[in-house]
T-cell receptor
Framework: AQSVTQLGSHVSVSEGALVLLRCNYS??????LFWYVQYPNQGLQLLLK??????LVKGINGFEAEFKKSETSFHLTKPSAHMSDAAEYFC?????????????FGKGTHLIIQP | DSGVTQTPKHLITATGQRVTLRCSPR?????VYWYQQSLDQGLQFLIQ???????AKGNILERFSAQQFPDLHSELNLSSLELGDSALYFC????????????FGPGTRLTVL
């Protein structure tokens, strides 16, 4: 069974500072990995995804993530935080065996931006 | 706007009752997924349908059922409701049957009193 661990239920950074949200996964097969963002009272919006190929993935709103197989990690970063980045962020994994599947999500990290 | 629509936005009901949540996928998407988001359990995958057929089951209770209709919209039926069923229920859709990007709807907030 696959699982996702997000370190830190809350992360606080100053506006303009580096954002680093951590995600580690376990999967018996090479996974597909996703980061979603959820703003208050809204659904989930895809930030970026890794399937195959280049391990550094660029997403929307200046976010990027790097797939590190040896560390089973897929950490999300943004060089300079903006107030509008305040939201809940979810890391998710999908088993790419080719059959039907749903996403397995981490518990989420609430990102707080200090002015 | 993801293109996935869900109705109703809010639903308040009593224990023991039955409700139906509705989802319309993005145009062209054949897969529909249902997820439950609660403070206790986080985001959990419930069930997936692809082109009218059930394709995957997650942590879905026996009191819950779903179906996908020929026009590809889907309904999630929740029966014998309990207080613990209060949660946000999301529908997501994707083009294919597996591992495609899933696009999420705005959710239905269910409150069981």
């Amino acid at each position: 069974a696959q699982s996702v661990t997000q370190l830190g239920s809350h992360v606080s950074v100053s506006e303009g500072a580096l954002v680093l949200l951590r995600c580690n996964y376990s999967s018996s097969v090479p996974p597909y990995l996703f980061w979603y963002v959820q703003y208050p009272n809204q659904g989930l919006q895809l930030l970026l995804k890794y399937t195959t190929g280049a391990t550094l993935v660029k997403g929307i709103n200046g976010f990027e993530a790097e797939f590190k197989k040896s560390e089973t990690s897929f950490h999300l970063t943004k060089p300079s935080a903006h107030m509008s980045d305040a939201a809940e962020y979810f890391c998710a994994v999908s088993d790419q065996r080719g059959g039907a599947d749903g996403l397995t999500f981490g518990k989420g990290t609430h990102l707080i931006i200090q002015p | 706007d993801s293109g996935v629509t869900q109705t109703p936005k809010h639903l308040i009901t009593a224990t023991g009752q039955r409700v139906t949540l509705r989802c319309s996928p993005r145009s062209g998407d054949l897969s529909v997924y249902w997820y439950q988001q609660s403070l206790d359990q986080g985001l959990q995958f419930l069930i997936q349908y692809y082109n009218g057929e059930e394709r995957a089951k997650g942590n879905i209770l026996e009191r819950f059922s779903a179906q996908q209709f020929p026009d590809l919209h889907s309904e999630l039926n929740l029966s014998s409701l309990e207080l613990g069923d209060s949660a946000l229920y999301f529908c997501a859709s994707s083009v294919g049957v597996s591992s495609d990007t899933q696009y999420f709807g705005p959710g239905t907030r269910l409150t069981v009193l």
